[in-house]
């Protein structure tokens, strides 16, 4: 008899059957189970991160264009300013692969009430 480990990471049930017959004790076995559950874990840190920085690259490109489109009518010291906090976030977000998604979500919130 084998033990099911399920976890719903992915959305799509994964199933972890280990056969008690390869000689693995109890030990090694819940190992197993741990790493699958951790994994799980660190699968949805990277999905919200890769959504967060989607996100994030929308709403820069948006008050990108949105500058753009308005500068003639805004003050050029507020497109300056514009202009600094956008390459202050890309700045920020050069190490996004490493980043928290909160952080992330953060650093983008900023931008978007200073615009």
Not at 13 to 38: F, T, W
Not at 55 to 64: C, R
Not at 71 to 88: F, N, W, Y
């Amino acid at each position: 008899s084998g033990i099911n480990a399920e976890y719903k990471g992915t959305g799509k049930e994964q199933q972890i059957v280990i056969q008690s017959s390869g000689g693995l004790n109890k030990d090694e076995i819940e190992n197993m189970v741990r790493e699958a559950e951790a994994n799980a874990e660190a699968d949805k840190i990277n999905r919200e991160r890769v959504e967060a920085i989607n996100q994030a690259e929308g709403i820069l490109h948006d008050t990108e264009s949105k500058m753009d489109e308005f500068k003639d009518q805004l003050p050029s010291e507020d497109v300056a300013k514009m202009k600094e906090k956008i390459t202050e976030v890309r700045d920020k977000l050069q190490d996004k692969e490493n980043m928290d998604p909160e952080d992330i979500k953060k650093t983008v919130s900023d931008l978007q009430q200073s615009s």
